[in-house]
């Protein structure tokens, strides 16, 4: 995933030649997938993990969410965790270009697969706003040029959005992103921050005075 620098809040790495996705022991795979989502509803997440030959399911969820540590450019990984309509419209492109990367497919027949699976049906839009979660602190992503330390932030799903549409300012701390501009894929990026203490424990509004 491609995620542009905004105002200093990512930090950047340098990329390994020749990078190949890392592998992790099945147990660190999993807690990286859930510490996208919140609790309590990541601990009742469908998982899904990666090994040599691609994705398989680790853990059956309840709720209709799944959680995933995705791979994209080498050397990226990055926790994601969907809501329902998202684990059934996103997250099978992600297992399948991830597959497809593993076999040592050029990113021209990834993107050719993709574009295939969308005229054919087997892929769509989401139906519906939702939200992937991606609040790890550990999202190792890329820029096009660098290995990048994503901040936590939400993705709302926006098909076919591009930025100009919904006013986004470039480098300005108060601008959402749009991430696969024009894609029916696409998301608008909002930055989260710690939210504090005193707004943690508020109760209901106060009744408007007749």
Partial sequence: MIFAAVLGLVAYLSIPESLPYEILDAEREIALAKSAGLAPWNEE??????????????????????CMVGRSEPGTRWPVCFDPIGAKTILPRYIREAELRLQGKTEEQVRQDTARRFLSGEYRAPSRTGISYMLSTEAVTSNGKDLILAPPHLMIYAPNVRSEEIGVVDRNA???MVLFEGDPHGYIIVFVRDTPPELTNLGPLPKPVK
């Fill in 45 to 66: 997440a469908t998982i899904y993990v990666l090994g040599p030959e691609g994705y398989s399911k680790a853990k059956e969820g309840t709720n209709g969410f799944a």
């Fill in 174 to 176: 108060h601008s959402p």
